[in-house]
């Protein structure tokens, strides 16, 4: 099991940018969560999915923030364009049952610096 | 409204036990997560209750007073290792809501 994988794990870009970011889930788990951390805020949850579909965007910041899920083994997070406020760690989680002793499973996560 | 509180900083010396309380406010319960955060890196589960009492695995043991909103994670024998962040989260309809992290200093 390789885990959720995340990629890029750092991205540094210029503000008014597109950037995307990516996460493949661990397979089997039904359930996705993109999360942003900044030392102000904590972790904050952006959106998550529920067998591909989205069910909580409640969290995303405003309308430059997109997320998709293609399929049950990809998900993008897309900003566009970008602001310095932007600037964060972005973590993905899967989780199989997100209650009970499984939790979630994070990602390395992506840092993203807006220049 | 939802709110989390833990406290910010704590330090104890290697083979010492430490104690990191969270209260928490919310509409709706489904469970009280701990999750362990080194520098740089993801967080990690470590506990879930979602019954009142004592949850306890290895050196780590959780707490919870569902009627008192009250949750604690008692790390014991402390390690140079555990020198983390300390998370309490709790679900609410699958979703994660996490307090700031407590940062838990470990000296030799």
């Known amino acids: 099991d390789a885990g959720v994988i995340q990629s890029p794990r750092h991205e540094v870009t210029e503000m008014g940018q597109e950037v995307t970011l990516r996460c493949k889930p661990i397979s089997g788990h039904d359930y996705l969560f993109w999360y942003r951390q900044t030392m102000m805020r904590g972790l904050e949850l952006l959106i998550y999915?529920?067998?591909?579909?989205?069910?909580?965007d409640s969290g995303m910041p405003e309308d430059r923030f997109s997320a998709k899920m293609p399929n049950a083994s990809f998900s993008t997070l897309k900003i566009q364009p970008s602001e310095p406020r932007d600037s964060a760690v972005y973590f993905c989680a899967s989780s199989l049952v997100p209650q009970g002793n499984y939790g979630y499973t994070f990602g390395s996560g992506t840092r993203l610096t807006v220049v | 409204g939802q709110n989390i509180d833990q406290p910010t900083e704590m330090t104890a010396t290697e083979g010492a036990i430490v104690q990191i309380n969270c209260t928490y406010q919310?509409?709706?319960?489904?469970?009280l997560f701990w999750y362990q955060q080194h520098a740089g890196e993801a967080p990690t589960f470590l506990s879930y209750n979602v019954l009142d009492g004592l949850e306890e695995k290895g050196r780590f043991s959780s707490f919870l007073s569902r009627s008192k909103g009250y949750s604690y994670l008692l790390l014991k024998e402390l390690q140079m290792k555990d020198s983390a962040s300390y998370l309490c989260?709790?679900?609410?309809?699958?979703?994660?809501?996490f307090g700031a992290g407590t940062t838990v200093t470990v000296r030799a």
């Open positions: 919310t509409s709706g319960f489904n469970g």
């Open positions: 999915f529920n067998n591909n579909v989205p069910i909580d």
């Open positions: 989260a709790f679900s609410n309809d699958y979703k994660l809501s």
